[in-house]
């Protein structure tokens, strides 16, 4: 059974810092990895998708890298800002054709302005 | 484009009471809708998957004579949460998706629906 957790489960940083999120999985036979971003009682916003094939994926101060190999996936954002506080979550498909997501138990990030 | 909504944003009834929730893809034709719950500072759990036209498939633990799940057309679902209880109070998200998309299980997520049951 696939599980995914992310690390740490909360963060806070000063503004201008770069950091970095985690996320593992136990079954590395994914199709891609999704990373969202979710603000407090709204729902999710979709960041980077990275397929099977690729190493990793880059959108303005956001990167994202996977190592299927590893059950691995890293989400890198450069120069944080206060606007960049949210919860972020990483996905995986499971099901098969059904084409299921699981969810990461999330990071909860605060930047300190 | 892909965008999701849900209806209405937050509700509050009596417990015992029934409540329906609506999503809608606006710019294009869900074949598929799946339905989430969220608890508190926890991830999102999926409770059930719908094709247009055919029954919902429930996640194991998911009653579905509880959450009643209907998606009659390629643009509507509605998860109906029957006589409502204090426990049932979460945050329901609805997500959709095309069978024409270049990544297969890319899904568009709602903005989600705060249900709180007294």
């Known amino acids: 059974k696939q599980e995914v957790t992310q690390i740490p489960a909360a963060l806070s940083v000063p503004e201008g810092e770069n950091l970095v999120l985690n996320c593992s999985f136990t079954d590395s036979a994914i199709y891609n990895l999704q990373w969202f971003r979710q603000d407090p009682g709204k729902g999710l916003t979709s960041l980077l998708l990275i397929q099977s094939s690729q190493r990793e994926q880059t959108s303005g101060r956001l990167n994202a890298s996977l190592d299927k190999s590893s059950g691995r996936s890293t989400l890198y954002i450069a120069a944080s800002q206060p606007g960049d506080s949210a919860t972020y979550l990483c996905?995986?498909?499971?099901?098969?054709?059904?084409?299921?997501?699981?969810f990461g138990t999330g990071t909860l990030l605060a930047v300190q302005p | 484009g892909a965008v999701v909504s849900q209806h209405p944003s937050w509700v509050i009834c009596k417990s015992g009471t029934s409540v329906k929730i609506e999503c809608r893809s606006l710019d294009f034709q869900a074949t598929t809708m799946f339905w989430y719950r969220q608890f508190p500072k926890q991830s999102l759990m999926l409770m059930a998957t719908s094709n247009e036209g055919s029954k919902a498939t429930y996640e194991q633990g998911v009653e579905k004579d509880k959450f009643l799940i209907n998606h009659a057309s390629l643009t509507l679902s509605t998860l109906t949460v029957t006589s409502a209880h204090p426990e049932d109070s979460s945050f329901y998200i609805c997500?959709?998706?095309?069978?024409?998309?270049?990544?297969?299980?890319?899904?568009?997520f709602g903005p989600g629906t705060r249900l709180t049951v007294l």
């Open positions: 997500s959709a998706r095309t069978g024409f998309q270049l990544i297969f299980n890319e899904q568009f």
């Open positions: 996905a995986v498909p499971y099901g098969g054709a059904t084409n299921k997501l699981i």
